[in-house]
């Protein structure tokens, strides 16, 4: 193994002192790990992501002006601890309340619940919202479920808007879960990356060999498969990503007023003729640009066969597993209010637009 | 080799139509190959580059408002022809001259005078600006003189606020020459790319080496060189990069009113304590954002060190060499007036603000 790094064990926190020194305009807690913005309006629902580090720039790319307002690393493909929220909530709070935004991953799921335990029993107002937004496979390695993949990043941005524009933590928590019920994606890879821990990739793929439906963490997905072109394997991610069988599943929601979890029946919505989506073509670390522009191209030409309209589009490498080759693709079937919120000023380390 | 692309020859143009569907503001020429601005002011400078394809997203990423008017991309890591130049040019002319901003090697160079005598027999006002940043090497596999790499992103910036700005051609030309001179950068490589069409990696290198000195195409550079880790290698980069012995070239620039070439000695400037610097943390394309942190940490601990003061910096994959793994670092000397430009709104799909 080769990596820009110094010792194993350091990788995470030098990498934050990089992003200290390199943005003045964040805030660097290096125990507890946190990155927060520097100066936070007083008047705002507090936006809070975090999740295992090796998926840069999600999440400590997207802290800034209109998006996250802080994140918290855990170690490479590890969640990271309640007192790493618990810390960030209590710097941040403005009193408007806080909602945590978690990649539904079970050790993620576990430590963000108990920091809303926490964080309520000092008289805090929080709320968690999930994405589950995986289609590839419903429980997996780590995740009781669908997973949470790059919609995420889709989400930190629409809900950083609308924490911007003054939404109530209650209209927040009800966005997120719309945004999670109308979001979808799907990834292969083409390697496996390499946990600079494990100093060797997770996996081997034969020549021709790619692994369908593959998670963030490279644990696996669908099916080994059989790899002829781009465009084939395109097609086969958009098939499943539009197949409209329904999705439901029980989520547990903090209600705050009881104290307590509540159990609440979500449902996937159909992706129909006439929608407008966010198309997400993302690579996954070790992807060229280039390639990702081979799909997006097959992407939209299967979109407009459909009749579905692709209202803006992001591509790039914005939701990694380390250096794994590979792409995710992510359709957001947004009505006005979220693309509304989508085209809001943001200015963050890895999306800027409008500051 | 696994790539998500179809037929090796339709590489470039695949990733073209991509470009094509995924952003409206841009217009797409396939044959000849460019990408330029769908709309543009009647009252500016064009500021053109292009190169071989493979740098994504340089140069194609780039087009839009404040940056490049247009792209001229060639099939991978081969100059583009300049019947492209030509006719891009013809496209986009408006009367208040044409800046081809060219990276230093044989093949382009080259290509672009063609193109620079064609325009000129056909009565346009037409203008070379050579960018030759990289340290390693005086004279290469590809090049006499030193290579022309990442710095390229600072001086497309750059210069494209100021056509923006209403600089006319002879300003652009004396900007463009000030920022090749205040301009260095240097390249290492944990791994080969894969050219699509070879199929293979270009180089082998050992568990424990890196190249050091490389260039974008992937030719050898100072030295093959044992990896041990980041701090040491940046620490050995960034003495290359601040070694101040002068570094004197013969440059060719068109004289439009003679109607030929003249030649001029260029000097690059020292780099002192006190100096403001624009700093480019790169990712040749496989190394993940995470590991730029890494780097970043200590090229700024030994510019500080140094008394030189880190103005702006952008840290990412902006020039790279397909799927690479490996760095570079460039360091531009910008005065007041480049900070400024470089501060100016720009919107192009790989870089954008203010906008």
């Given amino acids: 193994m080769k990596k820009m790094i110094n010792h194993v064990d350091n990788v995470v926190r030098e990498q934050l002192e990089g992003v200290a020194k390199a943005h003045p305009d964040l805030a660097v807690s290096l125990e507890p790990a946190f990155i927060r913005r520097a100066r936070l309006p007083g008047n705002k629902v507090v936006l809070i992501s975090g999740g295992g580090s090796g998926h840069e720039p ?26 790493q929220m618990v810390e960030c909530a209590k710097q941040l709070n403005t009193g408007k309340g806080i909602l945590f935004l978690v990649k539904n991953y079970t050790g993620d799921v576990m430590n963000f619940e108990t920091a809303v335990e ?3 029993g000092d008289g805090m107002k929080v709320q968690v919202a999930l994405i589950d937004d995986d289609v590839a496979v419903k429980d997996s390695l780590y995740t009781a479920g669908r997973r949470g993949v790059a919609a995420t990043v889709l989400a930190e941005k629409i809900l950083g808007a609308a924490t911007e524009a003054g939404y109530s933590l209650e209209q927040c928590s009800t966005l997120a879960k719309r945004i999670t019920n ?4 799907i990834g292969i ?4 990356c390499t946990v600079p821990a494990a100093g060797k990739p997770g996996f081997e ?7 369908f439906g593959i998670g963030i963490h490279g644990e696996p997905g669908i099916k080994r498969a059989t790899f002829t072109d781009s465009d084939t394997t395109t097609r ?26 509540q159990e609440e029946n979500w449902t996937t919505a159909s992706l129909m003729q006439g929608d407008k989506v966010i198309v997400l073509v993302n690579s996954l670390g070790g992807t060229p640009l280039s390639e990702l522009y081979c799909v997006y191209r097959k992407v939209a030409e299967i979109l407009e066969q459909r009749g579905i309209i692709i209202e803006r589009n ?11 080759q590979g792409v995710s693709i992510s359709l957001l079937n947004a009505d006005d209010e979220m693309l509304s919120l989508w085209d809001k000023p943001v200015n963050t380390p890895a999306l800027r637009w409008g500051c």
């Fill in 58 to 83: 999600m999440h400590s790319g997207f802290v800034g002006y209109g998006m996250l307002d802080a994140a918290c690393p855990g170690e490479i493909f590890t969640s990271p601890t309640p007192d």
């Fill in 118 to 120: 926490i964080l309520h």
């Fill in 182 to 185: 109308h979001a979808r994606s």
């Fill in 189 to 192: 890879a083409l390697s496996a």
């Fill in 205 to 211: 793929l034969a020549e021709n060999e790619i692994e």
């Fill in 236 to 261: 086969e991610m958009m098939e499943r990503l539009l197949d409209n069988s329904s999705y439901q599943r029980t989520v547990r929601r903090w209600n705050g007023d009881l104290g307590d979890w």
């Fill in 314 to 324: 992001l591509i790039g490498a914005y939701c990694t597993s380390l250096d794994m």
